[in-house]
């Protein structure tokens, strides 16, 4: 089992950055495929980007490719988005999630833990 620690969320300026981190427990860390998801006001939950259990591959979603870019440290069991340029259509609550298998899934369904999410507010 994993649990999910998520933090750096905050009100920003559009333009302006922020940097989300999640800290996992656990001894397995590197097993899992790492991912963001994110729930915008009135809006379902939505695939942000994923890393694979070594960091060497990721995969972002339309939205948010070049501006945001996902890692992970798997000495320090966390996993990192660092959002760049950021819009109000990117306000939402961010959740990182923990997949078992391999691959970079962008199914929220594939992630079988979850933390309990922080906030990410742009003003305009």
């Known amino acids: 089992q994993v649990q999910l620690a998520e933090s750096g969320g905050g009100l920003v300026q559009a333009g302006g950055s922020l940097r989300l981190s999640c800290t996992a427990s656990?001894?397995?860390?590197?097993?899992?495929?790492m991912g963001w998801f994110r729930q915008g006001p009135g809006k379902e939950r939505e695939f942000v980007a994923a890393?694979?259990?070594?960091?060497?591959?990721?995969y972002y979603s339309g939205p948010v490719k070049g501006r945001f870019t996902i890692s992970r440290d798997n000495a320090n069991n966390t996993v990192l988005l660092q959002m760049n340029s950021l819009k109000p259509e990117d306000t939402a609550v961010y959740y990182c999630?923990?997949?078992?298998?391999?691959?970079?899934?962008?199914?929220?369904?594939?992630?079988?833990?979850w933390g309990q999410g922080t906030q990410v507010t742009v003003s305009s």
């Open positions: 999630a923990a997949d078992p298998t391999p691959g970079l899934d962008t199914l929220s369904h594939k992630y079988h833990y």
């Open positions: 656990g001894r397995t860390f590197n097993t899992y495929c």
């Open positions: 890393v694979s259990r070594s960091g060497g591959s990721t």
